[in-house]
């Protein structure tokens, strides 16, 4: 699969990218926004890659985001739910060079595209960190809608952080 955008592509996960992934999954950095808390190993890492099937099968769907060829992130849609078509929604450019160059809105506005015209779903949400201003930016950039906070939902290094939940309802025909 390969989704063309203005500035990247997106394609489905392959076994070489491993090597990107325990980069970025392993950088602490980003653990904050994904959750993690504590290191994948390359062996984890790969099983999950070899486990991908389809969106139906895992309620997830990863892609990596490429520019000329070359990774610089991933996007996923997750928590995908069939029934009341919808989906949450998480982006990573891990190559940090690549950011603040329109890749991530790039990438973003052509995975909503696919969720809503390939897999028709009615909304996609974000969990956002409240600190985290340039994923607030560009997700409002995207069209989403704050429609609520999370109180001290995370724990970060300097105490907890507000959550702030942003959604995106498909615009009725």
Not at 17 to 30: L, Q
Not at 38 to 52: A, T
Request: aromatic residues 12%; negative net charge.
């Amino acid at each position: 699969m390969k989704l063309q955008g203005q500035r990247s592509f997106l394609r489905a996960v392959e076994p070489h990218d491993v090597n990107h992934f325990f980069k970025w999954e392993n950088d602490t950095d980003n653990w904050l926004v994904s959750g993690t808390t504590s290191p994948f190993s390359r062996n984890d890492l790969e099983k999950y890659i070899r486990g991908i099937r389809d969106v139906y099968a895992d309620r997830q769907l990863r892609l990596v985001i490429c520019t000329e060829e070359r990774p610089v992130g991933a996007i996923d849609l997750f928590d995908f739910d069939p029934t009341h078509l919808r989906a949450g929604i998480g982006i990573l450019i891990g190559e940090k060079e690549k950011r603040k160059q329109g890749v991530a809105y790039d990438a973003l506005t052509t995975l909503i595209e696919y969720g809503f015209d390939v897999l028709h779903l009615h909304q996609i949400y974000a969990n956002i960190p409240a600190n985290n201003h340039a994923s607030v930016a560009l997700f409002e950039k995207a069209g989403f809608e704050l429609t609520a906070t999370r109180k001290q939902w995370l724990k970060g290094t300097d105490g907890y952080i507000d959550e702030l939940f942003y959604q995106l309802i498909k615009k009725q025909e």
